[in-house]
């Protein structure tokens, strides 16, 4: 059965760091399309940040830019997220999502809500002095 548990968010003051995790149970992430996501209260959800397991391939929205990195450790079944300089208005609560075959990424990753089928809980990440 597929699950995936996000944790490592928290209260951060502005100019920050942060590491979210995701354990992803009952698939392998090889070959997965893997993404995290945020919504913030009264937003829609957002992808932030997705990728390509299959060739590498990733896709930042332009907000996060060169301060948000994803990462994978297949061995572990892990997914990350890196967050530098962090943000009020990167207040949100944080999903991890998969999908176990890429493939329909063929042109790179799309990061839309609609890509992915299993999600995680999510995590509470909170940018505030």
């Known amino acids: 059965q597929l699950r995936l548990v996000e944790s490592g968010g928290g209260l951060v003051q502005p100019g920050g760091s942060l590491t979210l995790s995701c354990a992803a149970h009952?698939?392998?992430?090889?070959?997965?399309?893997i993404g995290w996501f945020r919504q913030a209260p009264g937003k829609e959800r957002e992808g932030v940040s997705c990728r390509n397991n299959r060739d590498g391939s990733t896709y930042y929205t332009d907000a996060v830019k060169g301060r948000f990195t994803i990462s994978t450790d297949n061995a572990k079944n892990m997914v990350y997220l890196l967050i530098h300089d962090l943000k009020p208005e990167d207040t949100a609560v944080y999903f991890c999502?998969?999908?176990?075959?890429?493939?329909?990424?063929?042109?790179?990753?799309?990061?839309?809500?609609?890509?992915?089928?299993?999600w995680g809980q999510g995590t509470q990440v909170t940018v505030s002095s």
């Open positions: 009952g698939l392998r992430l090889d070959y997965a399309a």
């Open positions: 999502a998969v999908e176990r075959d890429s493939s329909f990424w063929a042109h790179g990753p799309t990061c839309r809500v609609s890509d992915f089928g299993a």
